[in-house]
């Protein structure tokens, strides 16, 4: 059970090139988010899913893409890098019942991305 | 949408001490307030949460508190260790675990 897997660790972008981070997760969760985290700012939602094939958008979209095929993949695609994207991104994942309680979020390793 | 303030943004105690961070939200409609940990270069890991149905939890030497009145939450350390140093972040959330709005954490530095 690896939990939230994130790829790859770290990255290195050109102004204007175009990416996807990479997260899995084994744990047959529902929700899957992406966060980035910047200095003094704490994390700040981009996108989230709640299930396979529904995405939507959180505080930060722009200039990122998400899909959601399968319930275990939740891929975040920079469009056309800009060096206001440098960040760490973590992805995350939590089960979401209906009319249950929600379990915690786990988060993957974080990916350092830095683009110049 | 959702604002979530967190003072003090650094916050240094002798080993041995307590250690006190605050939150509040805006959102009344929030129910669900974890509090992580992160150490240098590692993801956030969630040491306690409370939903709005409960008014403090503790757990060993952490506890929380909230006020739903007053929107506000704290983390309370009680006999802080050195490996307890690490930046924690409040969040808060209306959906559950998942939709976290963060604070912008607090530096705790436990001296030895």
């Known amino acids: 059970n690896a939990g939230v897997t994130q790829t790859p660790k770290f990255q290195v972008l050109k102004t204007g090139q175009s990416m996807t981070l990479q997260c899995a997760q084994d744990?047959?969760?529902?929700?899957m988010s992406w966060y980035r985290q910047d200095p003094g700012m704490g994390l700040r939602l981009i996108h989230y899913?709640?299930?396979?094939?529904?995405?939507d958008q959180g505080e930060v979209p722009n200039g990122y893409n998400v899909s959601r095929s399968t319930t275990e993949d939740f891929p975040l695609r920079l469009l056309s890098a800009a060096p206001s994207q440098t960040s760490v991104y973590f992805c995350?994942?939590?089960?979401?019942?209906?009319?249950?309680?929600?379990?915690?979020?786990?988060f993957g390793q974080g990916t350092r991305l830095t683009v110049v | 949408g959702e604002n979530v303030e967190q003072h003090p943004s650094t916050l240094s105690v002798q080993e041995g001490d307590s250690a006190v961070i605050k939150c509040t939200y805006s959102?009344?409609?929030?129910?669900?307030f974890p509090w992580y940990k992160q150490e240098l270069g590692k993801r956030p890991q969630l040491i306690i949460d409370?939903?709005?149905?409960?008014g403090e939890k503790k757990d060993q030497r952490i506890a929380v508190t909230l006020n739903k009145t007053a929107k506000h939450f704290s983390l309370h350390i009680t006999e802080t260790q050195p490996e307890d140093s690490a930046v924690y972040f409040c969040?808060?959330?209306?959906?559950?675990?998942?939709?976290?709005?963060f604070g912008t954490g607090t530096r705790l530095t436990v001296i030895p």
């Open positions: 995350a994942s939590s089960y979401s019942k209906t009319g249950g309680v929600d379990t915690e979020a786990f």
């Open positions: 899913s709640v299930g396979a094939g529904i995405t």
């Open positions: 409370i939903r709005s149905n409960v």
């Open positions: 959102d009344s409609a929030s129910n669900y």
């Open positions: 744990m047959n969760h529902e929700y």
């Open positions: 969040a808060a959330s209306q959906t559950g675990a998942n939709n976290l709005f």
